[in-house]
Every structure is written in structure tokens, then in C-alpha cells.
């Protein structure tokens, strides 16, 4: 028992500094891009699986679409009343499912939940091509989570309301990488901007991570190939041999992306414009940890004015001395996925506003 009243109980809550996390920064991006919401129609009630679905295009419009819910919350007209969302997470989340709750919740619209699926039918047999027939008579869209990365494929024969992949297995997660590109437009407004970019413009990416291995880091590459007129290059920083998939290296340079590998980060930090770094890799039931080498601390060489990026949770490999620091976009990076979560979401039920 605490016998004592902690010092925190007699202070108010206090709100992070804006400018240290860059929260502010929506509007630089509305100033940037003009609004366009010819692309989002392409969107409108299609399954969201895979980054391949998007192009460059429809990337900057439901960014400029989530700065404006991020910056204009008292303009939101609650477009999805009257919409029900199936949440369904059969693998442990918190800010993906969080998220898009919050996302459907600040559009007016209701939700259903499926947290365990020893509850559902599946725990009888019940195919997920069933499962998927059922739910097309509750409800108006499907997020899914699972660890099998086909188990979304499967739902996506029997359904006929779109479905959303909350991170298939180690497949993807596009989802998070939207809110991944949202954080570096915000933090750079002219990646958006079309045709050329001046060399000296253009920005060096580190990511340290297990491209094969990671959905997250995966979806991510992809999107960035959208991006690469504004990228010098992006630097893969692991100790594994292989860190691509067979064909995935290829892929995203045939893109247009200059990919480096090197295993040395404190060699490439002080070059480096924006540094990702995940350590977690989600496989069935369990994760796999890679690079645990790799720390990123106040005391790392950052480049002045770099950010750092993390899709969290996180572990040992990312300091809460960097909390503090102008370098901390990471909590950023988690509130904006809400909005751009919220844009998502307006496009594939056309339900903007």
C-alpha cells in the first residue's frame, strides 16, 4: 500500500511542448498542398491491403485531408453517424486498434469490437470466408488484425464492405506507414510538392530495421518509393546478412529509391535527415527481436535538426532521454496516425467534409 501522496497527484496535467514534437506542423502542410479530393475518389469503398494500392497522389491528399482534421477538429461535421465499424484484433494491439476506434469514434461513428477469436466461430472451425459473410450484414467496415498474413485474403473473398488490414502477420501494416509519411510531410511540407527536387534539398532516410522481417519497416519502403525525387537515399542499418525478402530490394529501387545496407549507426547518424528505428517484428503468437545492438540515445551523433521516428511500442533501443529533445517526433508520429486514420476512412465510405 502507498502510504505516501506522491509529488504527482498535486500538479495539474501538463500538455507535451508543441514545438518539441511537431504538432504544430499540420498547417505548414496545408499551406504547402492545395486540397484535392479528386484522387481520394478512387479510394471509395475499396479494400485497403497493401502500400502497392497507393499512389504518390493519393498519399498527399489523405495527408493534406489529416492536417486539416489535425488542425480544423471543431469543423469535423460527424460524416460516419449512423456507420458501425467491426474492430477486429486477433493479435495485440494497442495503438493501431486504439486509433482507428478513435478515428471512427471522432467521424460519429459506432463500433463493434472482437478482441480474442477464441470467442468467435473461428474457435469451431468457422472459416474466415463465413466470418467475413456474416459481418457484411453488421457492419460498414472491417479492420482487421491477425498474425497470419493470408488471413486477410481469406476474409476479402466472402466480404462486400471494405476491409482495412490493421498489419497482416510480417506482410504490412500500410496503414501505420501512412502515418509514417504524414509525420515526414508534416516535418518536411516540400516532399509533397511535385516534379524535381534540388540535390541539396533532397533527404537521407536511415532505417534500422529487418525490411523482410518487419511489416511496418516494409509498407514504409513502399510508400517511400512514391517519394524518391526528394530522397537522396535510404539507409538500411542491421547486423542481418539478408534483411530483404527475395525480389523486395529490387522492387523498390526499380521505383526509383537508392538503398544503401551498412551495419555501423553511429557511423550514418550524423548524415541522416530522418532516422526510423524499430526493433519488434511480430511472428504468429510471439515477435522476434532484431538488432538489439542498436540504441538511439541523447547522446547519439543526430544531425541538428533531424527527427526520430519509431512506430512503438518501444524497448531499450530508444531512450526516454530523447523525450525531451527536439529530435522526438515519435509521439507525434502516434497522434497523427489518428488523422490520418480519419482520412483514410472518409475516403473509402465518401464521407468527407
Request: one cysteine or more.
Amino acid at each position: 500500500m502507498n502510504n505516501k501522496l506522491d509529488p504527482q497527484l498535486t500538479q495539474p496535467v501538463a500538455e507535451p511542448p508543441l514545438d518539441t514534437q511537431g504538432f504544430e506542423r499540420p498547417r505548414d502542410l496545408m499551406q504547402e498542398v492545395p486540397e484535392d479530393l479528386v484522387p481520394l475518389l478512387e479510394l471509395v469503398h475499396r479494400p485497403v491491403v497493401s502500400a502497392r494500392q497507393f499512389s504518390r497522389e493519393q498519399l498527399v491528399q489523405l495527408c493534406r485531408l489529416a492536417a486539416r482534421y489535425e488542425t480544423q477538429p471543431h469543423l469535423i461535421s460527424r460524416p460516419l453517424t449512423g456507420k458501425i465499424l467491426i474492430s477486429a484484433f486477433y493479435e495485440p494491439s494497442t495503438r493501431t486498434r486504439l486509433s482507428f476506434e478513435s478515428a471512427w469514434h471522432r467521424l460519429g461513428g459506432d463500433i463493434m469490437s472482437i478482441t480474442d477469436p477464441a470467442t468467435t466461430g473461428i474457435a469451431k472451425g468457422e472459416s474466415l470466408y463465413d466470418v467475413a459473410e456474416m459481418l457484411n450484414h453488421y457492419g460498414d467496415l472491417v479492420v482487421l488484425r491477425d498474425t497470419d498474413d493470408r488471413a486477410i485474403y481469406e476474409m476479402l473473398e466472402g466480404l462486400r464492405i471494405p476491409i482495412v488490414n490493421g498489419g497482416n502477420g510480417v506482410d504490412e501494416h500500410p496503414t501505420k506507414a501512412m502515418a509514417d509519411v504524414y509525420t515526414m510531410l508534416k516535418w518536411r511540407p516540400a516532399l509533397a510538392a511535385p516534379g524535381s527536387v534540388a540535390e541539396a534539398d533532397k533527404v537521407r532516410i536511415c532505417i534500422i530495421g529487418v525490411p523482410g522481417r518487419m511489416r511496418t519497416v516494409r509498407s514504409l519502403l513502399l510508400f517511400l518509393s512514391r517519394f524518391a525525387p526528394g530522397i537522396a537515399e535510404v539507409v538500411i542499418v542491421t547486423d542481418v546478412d539478408q534483411p530483404f525478402d527475395p525480389g523486395q530490394r529490387e522492387e523498390l529501387e526499380e521505383a526509383g529509391l537508392v538503398l544503401r545496407v551498412a551495419d555501423d549507426l553511429d557511423r550514418e547518424l550524423p548524415q541522416m535527415d530522418v532516422v526510423y528505428i524499430n526493433a519488434i517484428a511480430w511472428v504468429g503468437d510471439s515477435f522476434e527481436n532484431h538488432g538489439a545492438r542498436y540504441r538511439l540515445s541523447a547522446a547519439s551523433p543526430l544531425k541538428p535538426g533531424a527527427i526520430v521516428m519509431h512506430p512503438l511500442a518501444r524497448g531499450d533501443e530508444l531512450d526516454r532521454d530523447l523525450d525531451g529533445t527536439p529530435f522526438n517526433w515519435y509521439f507525434a508520429q502516434a497522434r497523427g496516425a489518428v488523422f490520418v486514420r480519419m482520412a483514410l476512412l472518409a475516403a473509402l465510405l465518401k464521407s468527407f467534409n
